[in-house]
């Protein structure tokens, strides 16, 4: 299976919006509802943002929400803070049962 | 207040066999709402999925390291492991094992992590 495919950097302005593209197949994201985002900080362990494309855990922030669309889904980021500077990783079940994840996107606010 | 925690060796010799093991309290490996798996991250690198159980019963294997990896579970002691073999200086990572909701991808809580460095 191949890693999903996210681009390695995105970058905004606080209080921008910044979307996140991970890319996928008809194997995995194209399949299912099963995508998810993680965000993770420097020295820190993930953190679940989005699971099932666009559902969000208690206590996210309403300011990231995620779609699909065909085979890619993504993260958008509103109202960009300085606390979103991290890395954030898609994931997506696929047609053999597993799981795949995306390299990696890092979010720098400007 | 649901914990998990990785333990193991730190240090792994190349072509031996790395073996973690995950310490669960607060909930039972056994449920049938959640599925138990291992992802891993090597230094300054991304996520990868290596393995995951269910019920104690069923498991799966990311194709890649499929040959190479065991994931089975102790439900007296509420822990599921993970063995590695023939590893190399690329099997080198932080390695989390996750507690995931099932029938979604809500990968909801995650151990704090374990260092795992293959060296002679």
């Known amino acids: 299976q191949s890693a999903l495919t996210q681009p390695a950097s995105v970058s905004g302005s606080p209080g921008q919006s910044i979307t996140i593209s991970c890319a996928g197949t008809?194997?995995?994201?194209?399949?299912?509802?099963?995508v998810s985002w993680y965000q993770q900080h420097p020295g820190k362990g993930p953190k679940v943002i989005i699971y099932d494309v666009s559902k969000r855990p208690s206590g996210v922030s309403d300011r990231f929400s995620g779609s699909k669309s065909g085979n890619t889904a993504s993260l958008t980021i509103s109202g960009l803070q300085t606390e979103d500077e991290a890395e954030y990783y898609c994931n997506s079940y696929t047609t053999i049962s597993t799981w795949v994840f995306g390299g990696g996107t890092k979010v720098t606010v400007l | 207040q649901l914990q998990l925690q990785e333990s193991g060796p730190g240090l792994v010799k190349p072509s031996e066999t790395l073996s973690l093991t995950c310490t669960v309290s607060?909930?039972?490996?056994?449920?049938?709402?959640?599925?138990w798996g291992w992802i891993r991250q090597p230094p300054g690198k991304g996520l990868e999925w290596i393995g995951s159980?269910?019920?104690?019963?069923?498991?799966q294997y990311n194709p890649s390291l499929k040959s190479r990896v065991i994931i089975s579970s102790d439900t007296s002691k509420n822990q599921f492991s993970l063995k590695l073999n023939s590893v190399t200086a690329a099997d080198t990572a932080t390695y989390f094992c996750?507690?995931?909701?099932?029938?979604?991808?809500?990968?909801?809580?995650w151990g704090q992590g374990a260092l795992v460095t293959v060296s002679s």
């Open positions: 607060g909930d039972s490996i056994s449920s049938t709402s959640y599925s």
């Open positions: 996750t507690r995931r909701r099932s029938g979604t991808s809500y990968r909801d809580y």
């Open positions: 008809s194997s995995d994201i194209g399949n299912y509802n099963y």
């Open positions: 159980t269910f019920t104690s019963v069923s498991t």
